[in-house]
């Protein structure tokens, strides 16, 4: 079955930097276009940054030039490097992957940005 497993949050001060990382299995990782969305307390998902098949990005404006999607193939896992962090960005962030008709998500990774 499809698993995707997040890790590499925290707590960390505003300007400071983290590294997520999503581990994937049972999905032909290559192929696919990924996804990481948050979600802040009392509001909705949303999302953050795509990154498909080819390698193309996509981010929300209020990431932009802070933060970078990749992706390695060899080890099916997806990354999200963000730098310069604001306590705004404070969010429980998720991996997605959507296959044909079925969306997938991990268990999140909880992201906290002092002041």
């Known amino acids: 079955q499809v698993q995707l497993v997040e890790s590499g949050g925290g707590l960390v001060q505003a300007e400071g930097s983290l590294r997520l990382s999503c581990a994937t299995s049972?999905?032909?990782?290559?192929?696919?276009?990924m996804g990481w969305y948050r979600q802040a307390p009392g509001k909705q998902r949303e999302l953050v940054a795509v990154i498909t098949s080819d390698g193309m990005t996509t981010y929300v404006d209020s990431v932009k030039g802070r933060f970078t999607i990749s992706r390695d193939n060899a080890k099916n896992t997806v990354l999200l490097q963000m730098n310069s962090l604001k306590p705004e960005d404070t969010a429980v962030y998720y991996c997605n992957v959507r296959i044909s008709r079925s969306e997938y998500w991990g268990q999140g990774t909880q992201v906290t940005v002092s002041s």
């Open positions: 049972g999905i032909i990782f290559r192929f696919n276009t």
